[in-house]
């Protein structure tokens, strides 16, 4: 090991110990997000959900992995091979990258950048090219308007969720997440001002994750299943697997902006990051099974006309509020 | 002015509505596990018809062999009754009556001709089989299993 070390040096040997770290965390996370989400729904309806596979059901979401393994992969006729082959790829190196710059506790992060809050906006922004990579790669007229759909959706949304960001960066004066957290100590800032801001970031969160009632570019009941209709078994596993830790992505920046990441009482800081995080995550699969879809004019006038114009506000306010 | 109004208003709608899925969240489950729980069948659940004990002597069935099921049924589906006379007694007793269960559309006209109330809706409703000979039932047969059992 120590050779290893002394060769490629430890920043490499820690990044790739974090790298592993954080895949396993993903898929880990995404099979749970699964049975979490199956199992709100099903309580929520009243129903019991998945229970028969291990104690509570909570083998299903393997048995669930092990059945897409198994299938077949289809590749429809006539689709651009290069860009359909590429989209599923392309959807989950980004949600990897995002993880490394998360602290879940004061010593766990991959690696501290002072600008990782650019670099989680700027990959998750990446995620819209894959899908719509995947929208126009599978030559379906319900995959690519899917895919313009959140093109557009995303577009509208990265705004204000820019913008509510922006105001807590007001706060702190840095872009690095740890100096974040730990600028939190004397309280949250959900509740120093900023919760105008949680709301908005809330909300342009759950529409980034084209989660329900903003789940236009999916839309089971329109668009059949919107940009990954064509996509078969582990091809659509990975955009499921990028989809669920998107939810988690978005949880985990709101925890580290409003709700003190892992700052709390008694238990330790990474129980206090994931408890905060999987509540968020949570709250929007609770989303999922109460709201219906908006219309599409809705949810973009909604963006445009409200949640920016508070964002703006919120900013100015917050900008004004520090000069005095 | 009343685009804050709406905003608010709206934002009372979705907390109500989160409100309701809460408390459906909480509420009881109401699936039945079938295989491993049953519900409890009501009494006007309509199976094959199955055949009465007499009150007077519970080993046989009320059934007097008249015929008028078989007359009645619009269907067809009762194929054949057959029974003897005992000893020292004035009406028939059935020894075979068979229903065709596949034609059979649970009418009831043969219990309501029956005129000594010898049919009666049973309870079953889990019957299946890959052959539909296995649904043509002798009631007779039927009825003494049940009261083996």
Known sequence: MNEI??????????LVIGLIGVLILVVVNALMLTWLERKISGHIQRRIGPKEVGPFGLIQPIADGLKLLGKEILTPA?????????????????????????????????????VG??????????SVLSILLAGWGSNN?????????????NIAYEIPLLLSLLSVIFMTNSLSLKDIVEAQREGWFIWKWQFIAFLVYFIAGVAETNRTPFDLPEAESELVAGFHTEYSGMRFALFFLAEYTNIMIISAVATVF????????????????FIKTYLLVA????????????????LLNFSWKILIPVAFMNLIAIGGFLKL | MTNVVEII?????LISGLCVTTKAFFSPVVTVQYPRQTVKISPRFRGHTKLVADEERPERTKCIVC??????????SIKQIEGEKLEGEKKKTATVYILNYTTCSQCGLCVETCPVDALAFSADYNVTSYMKEDFYYDLVKEFEKRKKA
């Open chain 1, 117 to 126: 809050i650019l670099v989680i906006l700027a990959f998750s922004s990446l």
């Open chain 2, 67 to 76: 015929g008028m099921c078989e007359r009645t049924c619009p269907s067809g």
């Open chain 2, 9 to 13: 208003k709206g934002a009372i709608s």
């Open chain 1, 283 to 298: 709250i929007i699969m609770w989303f999922r099974w109460t709201f219906p879809r908006v219309r599409f004019d809705q």
């Open chain 1, 78 to 114: 006539n689709v651009d091979k290069p860009l359909y082959f590429l989209a599923p790829v392309l959807i989950f190196i980004p949600v990897l990258v995002s993880f490394v710059v998360i602290p879940f506790d004061v010593c766990l992060q991959v690696k501290d950048i002072n």
């Open chain 1, 5 to 14: 070390i002394q060769i490629v040096g430890k920043e490499t040997v820690r």
């Open chain 1, 141 to 153: 007229k319900y995959s690519l308007i899917g895919a313009l759909r959140s093109v557009a959706q």
């Open chain 1, 258 to 273: 409003f709700l003190g990441g892992y700052l709390g009482p008694f238990l330790p800081g990474i129980v206090w990051f």
